[in-house]
């Protein structure tokens, strides 16, 4: 006989041994609260059980990311990328870097056949003219895959209409190629800043609105039908298994009603191409192997709820160049999960869970409200900003929370390895501008490098250290703004400084070292007994707080430590050049 829900909340109870239920309630960042429990009743509040997904035309693409560098022209990775497709994978995404007009086009069609071969490309600038000189290798031949342009002047998901030429002219080559999608919603841009499960959906629907709204053409004949047809949904996935499943199933459901309200058939949600790709946003450099790991359950939650192509990053991929080991491993987890696992033997295997079901209803719910209330503020072209603050202030708070150890990142804040050795040179990947400082671990991670650091020049007793005082804490983040756009410059800037943390008399301090530069914090009273001590000052002689406390290495760092100084940037510049900009400011 069917067990009841007075039954199961009874086994709950006495499995619980007294505690209330409702302590095991999971809130979500998005506000969202999952119950310890449902039965039928679920869905029978959802007016019965949804009709599941339709069935994929094709399982799960294995697509593997070639990323082609400024000045080259793409021969290796096309080398690179016929043998990855002979081990495994079923397409391949070519992110170029630099001008599309130096890509070896030529090769690639002899290489690749065009019409047979699933490629995607990435492109900063000139779509149109890449997409002309493909049709023309490919024969006349349709093309397989798709486009994204990646304008580096403005965000993605925002300003649009400067490109409308371009886009369009896009779109008229790509006319006939029902397997190619020339046109991009790129919600990655959302979920790879920190943005909440309900933001990605809610900012990526009103990029996709912006497209529809604006793209369409009465001269040229292109109707809001083509735009439509030529769309396809890029989402980063994250760790959070059955959340992160259900919001691809979310997806779909709203982009049915964004379709019926731009009068189109909803039954085109079945057919939006979704791209899924591995999260740099959960990424981390530290006990960096755990990130095969997160990649698994990443897939795992992209191929159960739906995506067309799943894209797997190196594990190593932060601090590594491209590798054959990390590569391969890349490659083979989603092979393992459909040649052993075979989780595309099933469409839509989440269909009718109690609890998926019911997620994925409240996400889209919540995220169509989200839309809305962004569409009345004039949509993604008008509201773009306020979109983006939104984002920052999510991210922001998963910054806190992995400080505080709300949130667990293992290998990172719970779970060190005390005894890691890196696989880099933690002052060059400080150093280096392509080190990715938008990711949740990175504030966490900056405080472990510059400890690695420490102990790593402790050793040169001979070299002089400074520190600088550089202001009271209403410059804190004057300084870290001025850091951000002196060691960061362009719109990936780095961490915000933790003013919550600051006390209200806190000082600025520079700790310069022969070949870095730390920001740091501390009271009046901390900066002064330091200073006395290092100078050696009698405690009964007047002392007026100097702006340069200069020693030894060895002396300097044990005297931060002793006095409690706190840091929260670190960057490798010399003394001299970083004062010299500070003050030319």
């Excluded at 914090?521 to 340069?548: E, N």
Aim: net charge negative; charged share 20%.
């Amino acid at each position: 006989m069917p067990v009841s829900t007075v039954q199961w909340q009874a086994q709950l109870a006495r499995e619980a041994k007294g505690a209330d239920p409702a302590s095991l309630r999971w809130t979500m960042p998005d506000g969202l609260v999952a119950e310890p429990f449902y039965h039928r009743e679920a869905l029978g509040a959802l007016g019965g059980p949804p009709a599941p997904l339709p069935p994929r035309p094709v399982p799960c693409r294995n697509v593997v990311l070639l990323a082609v560098p400024a000045g080259t022209d793409g021969r290796l990775q096309i080398e690179q990328g016929a043998d990855a497709l002979a081990r495994g994978a079923l397409g391949l995404h070519f992110n170029l870097h630099g001008d599309p007009a130096t890509f070896a086009v030529a090769e690639l069609a002899e290489r690749l056949p065009l019409a047979t071969t699933w490629l995607g490309y990435s492109v900063p600038q000139h779509p149109e003219a890449l997409l002309e000189r493909l049709a023309a290798a490919s024969g006349g031949q349709p093309l397989r895959g798709f486009l994204r342009f990646v304008p580096p002047t403005v965000p993605e998901g925002g300003e649009m209409l400067p490109f409308r030429a371009t886009l369009r002219r896009c779109l008229a080559l790509a006319k006939d190629w029902p397997e190619f999608s020339a046109l991009a919603v790129n919600g990655m841009y959302f979920g790879n800043r920190g943005a909440t499960l309900t933001q990605q959906l809610a900012f990526s629907l009103s990029t996709a609105a912006v497209l529809l709204a604006e793209l369409p053409d009465e001269a040229s004949g292109l109707t809001v039908a083509d735009v439509a047809c030529a769309l396809h949904l890029d989402v980063a996935v994250g760790t959070s298994y059955f959340p992160e499943l259900a919001r691809l199933r979310a997806a779909r459901k709203l982009w049915a009603t964004l379709l019926h309200g731009f009068g189109l058939p909803p039954q085109g949600a079945a057919t939006l191409p979704i791209h899924a790709t591995t999260s740099t946003w959960t990424q981390t450099t530290l006990d960096p192997h755990t990130n095969l790991l997160r990649h698994t359950t990443e897939a795992m939650s992209a191929m159960l709820g739906g995506a067309d192509s799943i894209q797997v990053a190196a594990f190593d991929c932060l601090y590594q160049a491209p590798n054959e080991f990390s590569a391969r491993l890349a490659r083979n987890l989603p092979v393992i999960l459909q040649d052993e696992a075979h989780l595309d033997w099933v469409a839509d295997p989440a269909a009718g869970s109690y609890f998926i079901e019911t997620l994925t209803d409240e996400l889209a719910r919540a995220a169509w409200t989200a839309f809305q209330a962004l569409e009345a503020q004039g949509g993604m072209a008008a509201a773009r900003s306020r979109a983006l603050e939104a984002v920052s202030r999510a991210g922001l708070d998963k910054f806190k929370r992995i400080a505080t150890g709300q949130d667990v990142v293992v290998g990172t804040n719970r779970f060190q390895n005390p005894n890691e050795k890196f696989d880099f040179q933690p002052k060059q990947l400080l150093r280096s501008r392509d080190f990715d400082t938008t990711r949740a671990t990175y504030p966490s991670e900056v405080l472990r490098l510059a400890t690695a650091l420490h102990f790593e020049r402790r050793a040169n007793q001979d070299k002089q250290a400074t520190l600088v005082l550089l202001g009271n804490a209403r410059v804190n983040e004057e300084i870290a703004d001025a850091f951000r756009q002196l060691l960061h410059p362009g719109p990936t800037a780095a961490l915000p400084p933790p003013a919550e943390e600051i006390a209200p008399d806190s000082y600025s301090v520079l700790f310069s070292k022969p070949d870095e530069a730390t920001l740091m914090y501390a009271t009046p009273a901390q900066f002064d007994h330091l200073a006395r001590v290092v100078q050696q000052v009698p405690a009964d002689h007047v002392f007026d707080i100097p702006s340069l406390v200069t020693s030894d290495l060895a002396t300097l760092l044990e005297a931060v430590r002793v006095f409690g100084l706190k840091e929260f940037v670190v960057e490798g510049h010399h003394t001299e050049e970083v004062l010299a900009r500070l003050q030319g400011r």
